[in-house]
DNA sequence: CCAGGACTAGACAGACCTGTCTGTTCAATG
DNA sequence: CATTGAACAGACAGGTCTGTCTAGTCCTGG
């Protein structure tokens, strides 16, 4: 059993690809030649693996909920306070918006190619209720009265930073995003004092 | 020279049929013989009208943009408190979002599918200042301090809100943008009061 | 050594796309 | 009436796309 393959496995090297591609020029615009060709893979390896280029693509957003979840995860156990580890979520998507390659959100891109329903549309759910649902647990620890108001209100910014960033190109949103939050934050009710 | 076409004309059947249909379906997933077969028009006659399918598309978010705006505005007007005109402009989405053909925010979805820089993506520079300039003149007329800082956390709210209702199905979510801006106005610095 | 599975390379089918081009119809105008 | 221009209908070219299939190669376990 290979312990260690010499090269990376057509599997990885195709979702290396999908995610670079993809990413940068949208799913539609990006054809199953050019993604095979640039992982160095048979395009019968593609079909055995995902069985379709939406199995790729999902496969593709998977990867992707997966390292932007942990990102913001990693952003807020940097530090203690529960309210700035609500702004701490923020500051992980700022620092996304700050990579060179940053293009918007690859779940609102998916999501406006893809048909209403689907696969795609599933895997936009998922991300879109984890970044509610970490805003909330955060509201919840921080003792919000109506945590999931807040989070509602949160990931508002949230969204609205990450489409402000790509399509205006100002990444600077980011301190406008950051300031309104705490505004929230801090004209939130909190649940009675012991 | 006729004062009324019997029918109206090939281009505005045209624009009408690519209103609903790509924005229904999506730029991409629409091809051309769909629309004329929609419009009822030959296809020579969409080329000699917006001389490609770019174009026609560029027409179509045009008047998506002066019917959105106009909406904007009109819902501003029916009230006097400048305030109360910055929630108006939230107000006006909203009543957007309860409508059955609701999908979203075209322009999104528009700069979605196109490259990044072209005919489609100045379209919706334009639209997003448009909205953006809104709030700022309606900022300054309530004599908040820094209007530029405000209409940026507004139009986050405003971009926010539209995914929101979108994706996640959810036109509620209007409530909880609407209870957000007053809180961000309410917090904004006033100039100095006379 | 050999058998079997994984992978590669690339042709191919069938569908769809945009954009062009050729004719035809028809109404208004000179 | 004759002409002209707009619009129609639809074939066509040239390209791209997904997904399938054939054939060959390589590597590993037995």
Redesign the pocket.
Known sequence: ??IT???T???Q?LLDAANELFYAEG??????????AQ???????????F??????VCAYLDGRHEIMIGRLRAAVEQVDDPVEKMLAVLDGQAAHFARPEFRGCAFVAAAAEAPAEGEIAEATARYRNEVRSLFAQLATEAGIANPEQLADQLRLIYDGGSLAANLDHNPAIAASARAAARILIDAAPRVAAS
């Open positions: 059993m290979p393959t010499a090269k496995s057509p599997r090297r799913i539609h615009s990006v054809g199953i030649d050019r993604v095979i992982a160095g893979v048979a395009k019968a390896s593609l079909y055995s693996t069985g379709s280029k939406e199995g790729l």
